[in-house]
Nanobody, 126 residues
Framework: QVQLVESGGGLVQAGDSLRLSCAAS????????MGWFRQGPGKEREFVAG????????RYLDSVKGRFTISRDNAENTVYLQMNSLKPEDTAVYYC???????????????????WGQGTQVTVSS
C-alpha cells in the first residue's frame, strides 16, 4: 500500500481558494490513478476529482467542474486539488486515495481505491 498524507485544509470564506496537497510515500505512486473524495457532516463519502497516472486524463464531480482542478507531480510524488470559488456546500473532510490497480483510468468508485489518507478538513463559511 501507498502511504498518503493530505495537507492544506482550513477555514475560509465563500469565494476564497484553497489548494490541497497529498504526498505519497513511494515512487510507485506514479503508476496509479489518484482521486480526491470528500465527506460532509451526515453525508456519504463522494467522489470529487480524479486523475490518471500520467496526469493526462481527469474527471470531476459535476458541482465542482470549472472551480476545482486536480493535478499531479510524479517527480514529487504529490497530487493536488486546487479549489477556487469555494461554497459553504464544499465543507467536508477531504481525502486523497490511490487506485488499487496500476495504470487504471480515474474512477469515481471508492471501492477501487486501496490506499487512503487521513483526511483534511475544509470549512467554508458564508
Amino acid at each position: 500500500q501507498v502511504q498518503l498524507v493530505e495537507s492544506g485544509g482550513g477555514l475560509v470564506q465563500a469565494g476564497d481558494s484553497l489548494r490541497l496537497s497529498c504526498a505519497a510515500s513511494r515512487r510507485t505512486f506514479s503508476d496509479h490513478a489518484m482521486g480526491w473524495f470528500r465527506q460532509g457532516p451526515g453525508k456519504e463519502r463522494e467522489f470529487v476529482a480524479g486523475v490518471d497516472w500520467s496526469g493526462g486524463a481527469t474527471r470531476y464531480l459535476d458541482s465542482v467542474k470549472g472551480r476545482f482542478t486536480i493535478s499531479r507531480d510524479n517527480a514529487e510524488n504529490t497530487v493536488y486539488l486546487q479549489m477556487n470559488s469555494l461554497k459553504p456546500e464544499d465543507t467536508a473532510v477531504y481525502y486523497c486515495a490511490a487506485h488499487s490497480q496500476r495504470l487504471a483510468l480515474p474512477s469515481i468508485n471508492p471501492a477501487d481505491f486501496g490506499s487512503w489518507g487521513q483526511g483534511t478538513q475544509v470549512t467554508v463559511s458564508s
